[in-house]
Nanobody, 120 residues
Framework: QVQLVESGGGLVQPGGSLRLSCAAS??????????MGWYRQAPGKPRELVAVITNGGSTNYVDSVTGRFTISRDNAKNTVYLQMNSLKPEDTAIYYC????????????WGQGTQVTVSS
């Protein structure tokens, strides 16, 4: 099994930036072949997948973050990142990473997530 630890969240003003990290412990082989994604869950809303990166480095984003968020990965460090720029109040949520299969299903147990709050 793989354990996930997210970090890098915080309070930021609208228009600001944050870089989230997700470190996976366990099988490096499993991590390196998995498509990885960043999900977020805002209060009162379901968890949604916002960015995905395949093992080959191809990326895909939900429309609401396209052009503002960038997902990347470092397989040597078992880590996936989410660079978030031009943040908006509607980006406020707990952010989680996970392996992705199918269209948006998460493959592993969830980590604790990291809180992102965008507010002036």
């Amino acid at each position: 099994q793989v354990q996930l630890v997210e970090s890098g969240g915080g309070l930021v003003q609208p228009g600001g930036s944050l870089r989230l990290s997700c470190a996976a412990s366990g099988s490096m082989v499993i991590f390196s072949i998995a498509s990885m994604g960043w999900y977020r869950q805002a209060p009162g809303k379901p968890r949604e997948l916002v960015a995905v990166i395949t093992n080959g480095g191809s990326t895909n984003y939900v429309d609401s973050v396209t052009g503002r968020f960038t997902i990347s990965r470092d397989n040597a460090k078992n880590t996936v990142y989410l660079q978030m720029n031009s943040l908006k109040p509607e980006d406020t949520a707990i952010y989680y990473c996970n392996a992705v299969y199918g269209s948006s299903r998460a493959a592993w147990d969830w980590g604790q997530g990291t809180q992102v709050t965008v507010s002036s």
